[in-house]
C-alpha cells in the first residue's frame, strides 16, 4: 500500500438515494475519484418484537439496511461505468451470523447486509469490485454502551476467549487489508470476524 496516498474521509445522512449521491459527487471533487466505500451506519434498539412500533421498525431498516443498499448502488455504477478497481466493505454484526437476545430488528437488518455482501460481492468480481463484510464481536460505542452491563456483560465475557472488549483501533487491520488492492486483492464475498474469539465459543 502507498503509504504517500493521503486519505479522504466523507460522512453524511445516508438514509436517502439523493443523499448519497450527492456524497459521490462531493468525493469526487475533493479526491478525484471513489475506490473504496465503507458502509457503517448503524442503529439499534432493545425493544421486543411484540412492542416494536412502525416508526421504530422503519428507522432500523433506513439505517441499517437501505442505506447501505443504495450506498452501494450508488458507488457501484460509478465504479463499474468509471472502470474503477474498487473495494466495498459493509460493517456487519455478530448478530448477523447468529441472533443475539433483545435486539430482533437490528439482527433481520444485519443478517441482510451479510447477504447484499455476498451478492454484490458475485455479481460484481468480473467488474474488479470487491465486496467484503467486516463482523465486529463487542465494541462499547454510544449506541450500545448503555446495554452492555449487568448480566449481559458477564455473559459477553464468559463467552468471549479474551476476556473483554475490542478497541476501535482494532479494527484498522481488517479494514487495511479489505480497502487495499494489493494485499486484498482476491479477498471478496468474505466475512472478516474481529471479536475476540467470541464466534469460537460455545460452552
Known amino acids: 500500500m502507498n503509504t504517500k496516498k493521503k486519505a479522504y474521509f466523507e460522512h453524511a445522512d445516508v438514509t436517502h438515494k439523493k443523499e448519497i449521491e450527492d456524497l459521490l459527487i462531493r468525493v469526487i471533487k475533493k479526491s478525484g475519484k471513489a475506490d473504496i466505500l465503507v458502509n457503517g451506519a448503524g442503529t439499534t434498539a432493545p425493544t421486543p418484537i411484540v412492542e416494536i412500533k412502525e416508526d ?23 465504479m463499474i461505468k468509471n472502470g474503477i478497481k474498487g473495494s466495498m466493505i459493509n460493517i ?11 435486539v430482533f430488528a437490528y439482527s433481520a437488518t444485519k443478517a441482510a447486509v451479510h447477504n447484499i ?17 467486516i463482523v465486529p464481536g463487542f465494541f462499547p460505542t454510544d449506541l450500545n454502551r448503555k446495554y452492555l452491563v449487568g448480566e449481559r456483560l458477564e455473559n459477553i ?41 467470541f464466534s469460537s465459543m460455545t460452552i
Request: hydrophobic share 40%.
Open 92 to 102: 456487519g454484526s455478530m448478530s448477523g451470523l447468529v441472533p443475539l437476545s433483545r
Open 56 to 78: 421504530e421498525l422503519d428507522n432500523i431498516l433506513s439505517i441499517n439496511l437501505k442505506s447501505i443498499f443504495f450506498a452501494s448502488q450508488v458507488f457501484g455504477d460509478y
Open 157 to 197: 465475557m464468559h463467552h468471549t476467549p479474551m476476556n473483554r472488549f475490542g478497541e476501535a483501533n482494532e479494527l484498522i487491520g481488517a479494514t487495511l487489508l479489505l480497502a487495499s488492492n494489493q494485499a486484498g486483492s482476491f479477498i471478496t464475498g468474505s466475512e472478516i470476524v474481529v471479536d475476540g474469539g
Open 117 to 133: 455482501s455476498k451478492n454484490l460481492a458475485r455479481e460484481w468480481a468480473a467488474q474488479n469490485i470487491r465486496v467484503n463484510t
